[in-house]
């Protein structure tokens, strides 16, 4: 059979909600699983999620295209809840009879991990459902700022029931790189994060747990606010570039250079951040040369990046 799965939001300005959880990591984490397991059996999977979009109307479009224009025989977008901390729950939005057909075995397998039953919902009015061309289903595995889900909710479990109701089928266990690569990435962020000085909202250090979460996500909006990038708390490719020139620790001199780097300089030396090494970035790296005990030459090389970042 042939798949579309939409790993819902993770798109920005297209970014998920936050709750207990964010809703972005969760989508991905349970969408890369369930591509992984659906082609292990043998299924086609076209993921239809967009890596950058415009606005979140052109985000939900690309989505959509990618499915029609690949002819999938199924739509799936995988999505989590929230609402007021006391909703719990799973429930599947469907737009034709084709979609409620398919959906009702995904969700009987998801409820039967003990989630609420939340039941089959209309999503006439939602536009992935409208503009698929194929049966087509929203999933809302369950609510982020529910504790009680919260609690439950399992990555591996999810995944698994979805597919179980998708094809009736059980997927062999993935190869363990497969599985951890989303921990392993959060986990090389909170690293990062760790090493450039960068706290979370409380201004404390990062626990170097591979777990999302909300420390991790305002520590990765406290350093794209630094780097001068969109603020959406998610350490996309753009994020990733911008952080590689600054652990690259380039040698910044006085009126001869600017970017991220600099900017990231000003932030720890405590100048003003605009990315332009000039007379007022050059009197603050001196003070922190001489606070150090290194050679006070306003040059940020080898000695200057040692302890600023090791």
Not at 30 to 50: A, E, Y
Request: hydrophobic share 40%; net charge positive; with cysteine.
């Amino acid at each position: 059979m042939r798949f579309g799965i939409d790993i819902g939001h993770n798109a920005s300005p297209d970014i998920g909600a936050t709750g207990i959880r964010q809703e972005d990591d969760l989508t991905r984490e349970v969408g890369t699983r369930v591509i992984t397991r659906l082609r292990s059996l043998g299924h086609t999977v076209i993921d239809c999620t967009p890596s950058r979009a415009s606005s979140v109307t052109n985000s939900l479009w690309q989505r959509c295209n990618t499915a029609n224009v690949n002819r999938v025989d199924l739509f799936v977008s995988i999505h989590f809840n929230k609402f007021n901390g006391r909703a719990n729950g799973t429930e599947i939005f469907v737009a034709s009879d084709a979609g409620r057909s398919r959906a009702q075995p995904v969700l009987n397998a998801i409820i039967a991990m003990g989630y609420f039953n939340r039941g089959l919902k209309n999503g006439a009015h939602l536009y992935v459902l409208r503009n698929t061309a194929a049966p087509a289903m929203l999933v809302e595995c369950c609510f982020i700022d529910s504790r009680a889900d919260m609690d439950r909710y399992n990555s591996d479990r999810m995944a698994d029931a979805i597919v179980q109701g998708l094809t009736g089928q059980t997927a062999p266990p993935a190869p363990p790189d497969e599985d951890s690569k989303p921990v392993t990435e959060i986990l090389q962020l909170q690293k990062t994060l760790n090493q450039l000085r960068i706290t979370d909202a409380n201004n404390r250090p990062l626990t170097e747990d591979g777990l999302p979460g909300p420390a991790t996500e305002a520590a990765t909006r406290k350093l794209q606010a630094v780097l001068g990038l969109a603020t959406d708390g998610i350490a996309g490719e753009r994020t990733w570039r911008n952080i590689r020139q600054v652990l690259a620790k380039p040698t910044l001199y006085y009126n001869h250079a600017a970017g991220p780097a600099v900017r990231y300089l000003q932030f720890r030396v405590g100048a003003d951040v605009d990315g332009i090494f000039g007379p007022g970035t050059r009197a603050e790296v001196m003070r922190f040369q001489s606070m150090n005990r290194l050679v006070v030459d306003g040059i940020v090389g080898p000695a200057s990046w040692r302890v600023l970042i090791g």
